[in-house]
């Protein structure tokens, strides 16, 4: 799916570089067709299906603390990014995205030491708020998630507005 002409995951990777990751690295489901966009791609599992699966096979793949952001939020500012790499965890084994309150479990930050508790049945958000994470207040601009074609069009009128200077 193109957003303004782009790869939603290359809008994603913008933020994870604008935060100031070097190293991006993307996970996918196997055969998953990608664009080649120059960074590590890490595949799953095929079963079980889950949208943890990515964050379990992130964590086994790096052996090391990830953060995450799934590309059909492709309009979260690289601050939002730098906010959850700054969240001091205070021995928790994650933090994640609160933006507005709403918890997005998908845009957080995970020690290896979350691994083990990330169920891959039920709901994300109840397992990951299972692991007590440290919830990062966030503004609500851009988590606008781009799951359908009426989310385009109003991710397209965001990008727009935002490049004529208006919020």
């Known amino acids: 799916m193109l957003l303004a002409g782009r790869p939603l995951l290359a809008w994603a990777i913008d933020a994870l570089r604008g935060a100031g990751l070097e190293r991006v690295a993307v996970t996918a489901k196997q055969g998953a067709p990608l664009p ?18 990515g964050v379990r096979a992130a964590l086994e ?5 990830i953060l995450t952001l ?39 930050r995970f020690t290896p030491a979350a691994y083990d508790h990330l169920p891959l049945t039920g709901r994300a958000t109840d ?24 989310d385009l069009v109003a991710a397209e009128a965001l990008v727009l507005r935002r490049a004529a200077g208006g919020r």
């Open 70 to 108: 799934p590309v059909d939020l492709p309009l979260v500012p690289p601050s939002a990014v730098r906010a959850l790499l700054d969240a001091a965890l205070h021995g928790a084994v994650a933090a994640v995205a609160c933006p507005g309150g709403s918890v997005q479990p998908l845009v957080g």
């Open 127 to 150: 397992a990951v708020l299972a692991l007590d994470p440290v919830l990062v207040d966030l503004p609500e601009d851009g988590f606008l998630n781009v799951n359908a074609p009426a």
């Open 36 to 53: 080649d966009l120059g960074i590590e791609v890490w595949r799953e599992p095929p079963e079980p299906r889950h949208p943890l699966a």
């Open 61 to 65: 793949r790096a052996g090391a603390e």
